[in-house]
């Protein structure tokens, strides 16, 4: 589990197509304190480490979450935001994430709102019904609070503390971002279908 407040500016130093796709991202964690088998979220997706190094770690990444997310658009020098699992006790800044990414989503439109950037992003029609205003979701593993939908988009404002320490600094319209619905929206949309 995780939070979505993301903890490390990774990059992806190598990149290798076998059976599945494995990756090595550079990272300022201790990597003294990773253990084999660790969860690390990678742009949202709960990746497990395979290998570490002093200022890396390597993951496998199967073709079902390539699949999913837009991982397969990864590229060596690529940034990415790295947050590591959740411990009993540490504070839940964010929201519950579990770092299973539902599908990709797109940004439609950028444009400034004082210091804070306001996106919008287009959401599959199927994950479109989960997304409600002042709900959470998450976004390339940040959790981030909707403002307003209209059908299949959504917006958010991104502060500009956000923009430097993650990967929005350097969004642009057209990107496809990992999403990752509200947990609890899942389960009441479930519910209600059930009793529907």
Same mark, same amino acid.
């Given at each position: 589990m995780f939070t979505g407040i993301v903890t490390d500016l990774g990059e992806i130093r190598a990149l290798e197509k076998r059976g599945d796709l494995r990756a090595r991202i550079a990272t300022s964690y201790d990597t003294a304190g990773i253990d084999i088998g660790?969860?690390?979220a990678s742009d949202g997706v709960c990746l497990t480490v395979i290998e570490l190094g002093s200022d890396w770690y390597d993951v496998e990444i199967s073709a079902e979450t390539v699949s999913k997310t837009n991982l397969g658009a990864w590229a060596e020098g690529r940034k990415v935001n790295l947050e590591r699992s959740l411990k009993v006790g540490d504070e839940l800044g964010g929201h519950i994430v579990s770092g299973h990414?539902?599908? $990709? #989503?797109?940004?439609? *439109? =950028?444009?400034?709102e004082g210091?804070?950037?306001?996106?919008?992003?287009?959401?599959?029609?199927?994950?479109?019904?989960?997304?409600?205003?002042?709900?959470?979701?998450?976004?390339?593993?940040t959790s981030l609070t909707v403002n307003e939908v209209d059908n299949c988009d959504f917006g958010i404002n991104i502060i500009p503390h956000t923009k430097e320490v993650t990967t929005w600094g350097s969004a642009q319209v057209?990107?496809?971002?990992?999403?990752?619905?509200?947990?609890?929206?899942?389960? $009441? #949309?479930?519910?209600? *279908? =059930?009793?529907?």
């Open positions: 660790a969860s690390i990414v539902d599908g $990709v #989503a797109e940004i439609v *439109e =950028m444009r400034d210091d804070s950037t306001r996106f919008t992003f287009r959401a599959p029609e199927a994950l479109a019904k989960f997304i409600a205003p002042k709900g959470s979701v998450a976004l390339n593993g057209g990107d496809m971002v990992n999403l990752e619905i509200d947990t609890l929206a899942r389960y $009441v #949309a479930r519910l209600a *279908e =059930m009793n529907g």
